[in-house]
C-alpha cells in the first residue's frame, strides 16, 4: 500500500521524543504522519491536509489543545475528524476538559503505544457513515443519518460525531438498557479490554448540551444506559 492509499494521522506534540514514539509505531501499523510541535501549526496543517485522526497535547505553545480540538469542532469541514487527547498524568481534569471540548477520547502520559495505536485504529473504524441515509425519529429528537445533524422538537443540536453516534444507538433502541461494554464496541470500536472513563464523560456533557430533554438519557446503574421519555413527558 502507498503512503496515498493509508490513513493519514497527525501528532502534534511539542516533545519531539513523543512526536518520533507515536510516529514510529503508527507507521508500523499501517498508518501515514504528519507532525506538528504547536497548536498553531496543528490548526495550519488539519485546513490544508485534513488527516484522518489527529492525537493532540493538551499543553502546546501558540494554541493548547483545548483550543485547538474546540476550533476544529466549529468548522463543518473538521468537525467530525476523531481527535485524541493526550494529557499528563494524573490531570483528571485536563482529560474532563479534552472530552468536553469535543475530543473523542484521551489517554494519560505515559502511555503504551499499544493502546494507543488499539484506540487509533478503533475509532477510525467508527469514524465513517453512520447509517444509511436516512432519517430517525424518536419523540422530539430526529436523527439526519446523513447528515449527522440531530434536531429536538425542530431546533438543532451541536454534537460531535462520537456525541452523535451515541445518542443515536441508544434512541435506536429505545426503552431497552444498553450495556457500557456494548456502547464502547459500538461507538467507540472498543473490546471489553480496554478500560475508559470516557463513556461517562461523553454522556454528562450530552445531557448538558440536551438542557430540557437530557432526562431521556437515563441511567441504569451497573449495567449502562438507557433512551426513554421521562414520565412527565407525553409524546
Given at each position: 500500500?502507498?503512503?496515498?492509499?493509508?490513513?493519514?494521522?497527525?501528532?502534534?506534540?511539542?516533545?519531539?521524543?513523543?512526536?518520533?514514539?507515536?510516529?514510529?509505531?503508527?507507521?508500523?501499523?499501517?498508518?501515514?504522519?504528519?507532525?506538528?510541535?504547536?497548536?498553531?501549526?496543528?490548526?495550519?496543517?488539519?485546513?490544508e491536509s485534513k488527516p484522518d485522526l489527529i492525537v493532540l497535547d493538551v499543553m502546546m505553545p501558540g494554541r493548547d489543545g483545548l483550543q485547538v480540538?474546540?476550533?476544529?469542532?466549529?468548522?463543518?469541514?473538521?468537525?467530525?475528524?476523531?481527535?485524541?487527547?493526550?494529557?499528563?498524568?494524573?490531570?483528571?481534569?485536563?482529560?474532563?476538559?479534552?472530552?468536553?471540548?469535543?475530543?473523542?477520547?484521551?489517554?494519560?502520559?505515559?502511555?503504551?503505544?499499544?493502546?494507543?495505536?488499539?484506540?487509533?485504529?478503533?475509532?477510525?473504524?467508527?469514524?465513517?457513515?453512520?447509517?444509511?441515509?436516512?432519517?430517525?425519529?424518536?419523540?422530539?429528537?430526529?436523527?439526519?443519518?446523513?447528515?449527522?445533524?440531530?434536531?429536538?422538537?425542530?431546533?438543532?443540536?451541536?454534537?460531535?460525531?462520537?456525541?452523535?453516534?451515541?445518542?443515536?444507538?441508544?434512541?435506536?433502541?429505545?426503552?431497552?438498557?444498553?450495556?457500557?461494554?456494548?456502547?464502547?464496541?459500538?461507538?467507540?470500536?472498543?473490546?471489553?479490554?480496554?478500560?475508559?472513563?470516557?463513556?461517562?464523560?461523553?454522556?454528562?456533557?450530552?445531557?448538558?448540551k440536551l438542557g430540557d430533554y437530557a432526562d431521556w438519557v437515563q441511567t441504569s446503574r451497573g449495567f449502562g444506559y438507557i433512551f426513554k421519555a421521562p414520565a412527565a413527558v407525553s409524546v
Amino acid at each position: 500500500m502507498s503512503d496515498s492509499d493509508k490513513p493519514v494521522i497527525l501528532i502534534a506534540d511539542d516533545e519531539e521524543d513523543v512526536r518520533e514514539l507515536v510516529g514510529m509505531n503508527l507507521r508500523r501499523a499501517g498508518f501515514a504522519t504528519e507532525e506538528v510541535a504547536d497548536g498553531l501549526q496543528a490548526l495550519k496543517r488539519v485546513k490544508e491536509s485534513k488527516p484522518d485522526l489527529i492525537v493532540l497535547d493538551v499543553m502546546m505553545p501558540g494554541r493548547d489543545g483545548l483550543q485547538v480540538c474546540e476550533e476544529l469542532r466549529m468548522v463543518e469541514s473538521t468537525r467530525l475528524i476523531p481527535i485524541i487527547m493526550l494529557t499528563a498524568k494524573g490531570q483528571t481534569e485536563d482529560r474532563i476538559s479534552g472530552l468536553e471540548h469535543g475530543a473523542d477520547d484521551y489517554l494519560p502520559k505515559p502511555f503504551s503505544p499499544k493502546e494507543l495505536v488499539l484506540r487509533v485504529q478503533a475509532l477510525l473504524r467508527r469514524s465513517g457513515p453512520v447509517g444509511d441515509g436516512t432519517e430517525l425519529k424518536v419523540g422530539p429528537f430526529v436523527f439526519d443519518l446523513s447528515a449527522v445533524k440531530l434536531t429536538v422538537s425542530g431546533e438543532p443540536m451541536d454534537l460531535t460525531l462520537l456525541e452523535f453516534k451515541l445518542l443515536h444507538l441508544l434512541a435506536n433502541h429505545e426503552d431497552e438498557v444498553v450495556e457500557r461494554d456494548t456502547i464502547l464496541r459500538e461507538v467507540w470500536g472498543y473490546s471489553e479490554s480496554v478500560r475508559t472513563r470516557t463513556l461517562d464523560t461523553h454522556v454528562k456533557r450530552l445531557r448538558e448540551k440536551l438542557g430540557d430533554y437530557a432526562d431521556w438519557v437515563q441511567t441504569s446503574r451497573g449495567f449502562g444506559y438507557i433512551f426513554k421519555a421521562p414520565a412527565a413527558v407525553s409524546v
